[in-house]
């Protein structure tokens, strides 16, 4: 079975542009949550989708905005990029079960803002 | 506002003794844990989960204890491999509801070393 691919897995932008990421989740999973690193702290959520709509939001503005596609792929937009934007940003499929959700988590995309 | 916290940013063990990790959380509504481990410039990989009803949860190697009185949680790992190093996190989801739904909340993570 297929984990959670993203792309791309490196990026390079500066200030002001705008960025895409991609996600596509594990086979049979219908939520993403998308999450920013940085150096030295745990992952941040963002936000997460499930059947195409955002069902819950993390502390980020509305610069980072996200859709999902009827085949469950995710994309994370950033607009007017800051040089803070800079991080590992993951992609976790979420897995719903009876105790709770269990989310795995794709290789992730580094971006660098200059 | 940290609501998971792991305190000890790293640990060193010797191949083949235990490795205790530990976390603890404030934010009483959380009811799903889960641990992960992170290699560089990898994304963090599951490793075991416990829901607030369980107090205990074993899978292998690695055991995961809750103590809901004390909101701490620490993962065990017996007996420890040299591949085992990496860096761990404790997370929590639950409760909230709302805008929070789906929200994983990370510890900062600890750094493992286990020496052969």
């Known amino acids: 079975d297929a984990g959670v691919t993203q792309s791309p897995t490196h990026l390079i932008k500066t200030r002001g542009q705008h960025v895409t990421l991609r996600c596509s989740p594990i086979?049979?999973?219908?939520?993403v949550s998308w999450y920013q690193q940085v150096l030295g702290q745990g992952p941040q959520f963002i936000f997460q989708?499930?059947?195409?709509?955002?069902?819950g939001r993390g502390n980020f503005p509305d610069r980072f905005s996200a859709r999902q596609f009827p085949n469950y792929s995710s994309e994370l937009n950033v607009n007017a990029l800051l040089l803070g934007d800079s991080a590992l940003y993951l992609c976790a499929s979420v897995h719903t079960r009876g105790v709770g959700e269990t989310q795995y988590f794709g290789p992730g995309t580094r971006l660098l803002v200059l | 506002d940290q609501q998971v916290k792991q305190n000890s940013p790293s640990l060193s063990v010797q191949e083949g003794r235990i490795s205790i990790l530990n976390c603890d959380y404030t934010n009483s509504m959380f009811d799903y844990f889960l641990w992960y481990k992170k290699y560089p410039a990898e994304g963090p990989t599951f490793l075991i989960s416990i829901s607030s009803i369980k107090d205990k949860n074993e899978d292998g190697r690695f055991t995961v204890f809750l103590n809901k009185s004390a909101k701490h949680l620490s993962l065990h790992i017996v007996p420890s491999q040299p591949g085992d190093s990496a860096v761990y996190f404790c997370a929590a989801s639950g409760g909230a509801g709302g805008t929070s739904y789906g929200k994983l909340t990370f510890g900062q993570g600890t750094i493992l070393t286990v020496h052969p």
């Open positions: 989708y499930y059947e195409k709509e955002e069902r």
């Open positions: 086979s049979g999973h219908k939520s």
